[in-house]
């Protein structure tokens, strides 16, 4: 059901955002001024001509041909295929930071002047929330999820850190969401990097401990034999 609502989501946001780029690209002067980038503050300091509207589609295109790539070729791929669910959550919620990036990039080509500080430290919030609650189903595989050496030869590590990140995540989205949402910018900043280097980290002390525990239990029993 989750995912039948993920793939749902995902594939109405890259509809509208298509359906959205086509009208701005038949409706927009050809002199057109877009907004492509904005400060840490939030405030507008990048600008392009019409063109900007190809940035997101681009984007779109490549992220998603490169993990289908990715998949078609994965020696795990059926652990992919299991994980279904957890990969369309996480697809659906990139579609719509992307479509959200596009709505900004549109809107600024029609006159709007929108600081997008609080927004999108919100929407990266809600990213991460997503990402932590998909990660511990995510099976082991080489294209999604923490690909560590000892995460690739124990199942049972790719499980351990997989769940120590997606706790560690959501509580990260959850934070940022809250912090962004207060315009608390810097704030929010500060605990998102933080956060995720010392999720990341401790996902692979996580991951190591747990292939070591393993690796130690095989050489006893070697050592007995």
């Not at 057109?32 to 904005?38: F, N, P």
């Not at 295929?81 to 990036?101: E, F, K, Y």
Request: proline letters at 3%; aromatic letters at 8%.
């Amino acid at each position: 059901m989750v995912g039948a609502l993920a793939r749902a989501v995902g594939l109405v946001t890259l509809a509208a955002t298509a359906l959205l780029t086509g009208y701005a690209l038949f409706t927009l002067p050809p002199d057109a001024v877009l907004t492509v980038h904005w400060g840490i503050d939030g405030v507008a300091n990048g600008f392009a001509g019409k063109e900007a509207l190809l940035i997101m589609p681009l984007v779109t295109l490549l992220v998603v041909g490169a993990i289908a790539l990715a998949i078609r070729f994965d020696p795990k791929r059926k652990n992919i295929v299991r994980s279904r669910d957890a990969v369309s959550m996480v697809l659906a919620a990139l579609a719509l930071i992307l479509g959200a990036a596009q709505l900004a990039i549109v809107r600024s080509g029609f006159g709007a002047t929108d600081r997008l500080d609080s927004i999108v430290l919100v929407l990266l919030g809600l990213l991460f929330l997503t990402l932590g609650y998909a990660m511990p189903q995510i099976r082991q595989n080489y294209t999604i999820g923490m690909r560590l050496p000892w995460t690739i030869e124990s199942e049972k590590a790719w499980d351990a850190s997989h769940r120590f990140i997606g706790k560690a995540w959501m509580l990260l989205g959850v934070l940022v969401t809250v912090l962004g949402a207060l315009s608390w910018s810097l704030a929010a900043l500060g605990v998102f990097f933080v956060g995720l280097v010392v999720s990341v980290c401790g996902g692979a002390i996580v991951a190591y401990q747990t292939w070591n525990k393993k690796v130690s239990k095989k050489r006893r029993k070697a050592r007995r034999a």
